[in-house]
């Protein structure tokens, strides 16, 4: 062999070596990419939730994330971000990485955005399903003096009805005032508490007159005999609740506009991937599906909710739309009368 031929047979081997180090390292590079998305998740999750503990939110979310770490196979840990800070806020700016995630109520989102200046816009938040549902309440101290409407009215004649509220525009609250507003019973707000919980304790102790909130919130005091409801913000009866009146039985108006019952669902910041999403919903929907979990959300004043990701933009869309059209009414009955 010549030295001509020499040189184009090792420049042949070249190439083909050159060549089979390209598919080499682009073999490696989609394994491993692959792999690490067959990997999520390897390490613990903070769910988020944005009310103190004992409330609603911290309960619904509590009673889920055993379910949904078996089913993640890595632990789901709350974290509450109660107010004064935002936790909403907080979640928003995390990672889209899927290991913060947040445990919000769609009332909730829809409220903020209608009704203060927010840096987050919740339609985009990667929203995965929901899980849960808790009907909305009025409760009076059950060992005070308030133990239907007649009795507010009573009360209203001589001074304001104090309402224990951490928030003037949570959808309970709202419920409450429409409802005083609804029978022109007077009323003015106690506020400074850092959740449902809080406010309930106040009740106890004789420092609000009646506290808007959820069956959720209250299940353990309203099971102990502590809080008694003078209204649930439906028309039909309560399996959960049998003594509570329902809007006719309680003498008001079924044309008052009440917001009911609060949903919450679980969501991933703005910009997950849809890899996680995929993950995330597949061991949301098999926790909703757990016969331990429905058990569960029972005992602490729950009832299963389950609407898929593929729905989730649909049922946040009509809570904004439902707040908006109750806007003006919400923003009359804000301020006492």
């Given at each position: ?31 491993s ?33 055993p ?8 632990p ?68 005070g ?46 506020r ?52 509570a009146p ?70 946040i ?18 301020k006492?009368k």
């Amino acid at each position: 062999m010549d030295k001509l031929q020499c040189e184009k047979s090792w420049r042949d081997v070249s190439r083909r070596m050159a060549v089979c180090t390209l598919i080499l390292i682009l073999g490696v590079t989609v394994y491993s990419s692959a792999f690490a998305q067959a990997k999520y998740p390897t390490g613990h999750i903070d769910l988020i939730v944005t009310f103190a503990p004992g409330g609603a939110s911290d309960s619904s979310a509590r009673s889920m994330t055993p379910y949904l770490s078996k089913y993640l196979g890595v632990p789901v840990v709350v974290k509450n971000v109660p107010p004064p800070r935002t936790g909403t806020d907080v979640f928003s700016r995390s990672r889209p990485n899927g290991y913060t995630l947040a445990h919000l109520a769609g009332t909730a989102i829809a409220s903020d955005e209608t009704f203060y200046k927010v840096r987050y816009r919740g339609r985009k938040f990667v929203w995965i399903g929901t899980n849960a549902r808790t009907p909305g309440l009025m409760f009076a101290n059950a060992k005070g003096p308030i133990k239907n409407f007649e009795d507010l009215a009573r009360i209203g004649a001589e001074r304001p009805i104090k309402i224990g509220a951490f928030s003037i525009f949570s959808s309970s609250t709202v419920a409450a005032s429409t409802a005083l507003a609804d029978k022109n019973i007077p009323y003015t707000f106690v506020r400074g508490f850092k959740g449902a919980a809080p406010s309930l304790t106040a009740l106890i102790r004789g420092e609000v007159d009646v506290v808007g909130t959820t069956l959720g919130s209250g299940s353990a005091l309203y099971k102990a005999g502590e809080i008694r409801p003078l209204v649930i913000y439906q028309m039909e009866k309560s399996e959960q609740v049998p003594d509570a009146p329902t809007i006719p039985e309680a003498g008001l108006s079924p044309s008052a506009t009440y917001l009911g019952s609060v949903h919450y669902g679980l969501a991933a910041p703005e910009g997950t991937s849809d890899e996680i999403k995929a993950v995330l919903s597949a061991a949301l929907e098999k926790t909703v599906n757990d016969p331990e979990y429905q058990a569960q959300l029972k005992k602490v004043g729950f009832s299963l909710d389950y609407v898929p990701a593929e729905k989730m933009n649909e049922w946040i869309n009509n809570y904004f739309a439902a707040f908006e059209r109750v806007k003006p009414i919400v923003l009359k009955h804000a301020k006492p009368k």
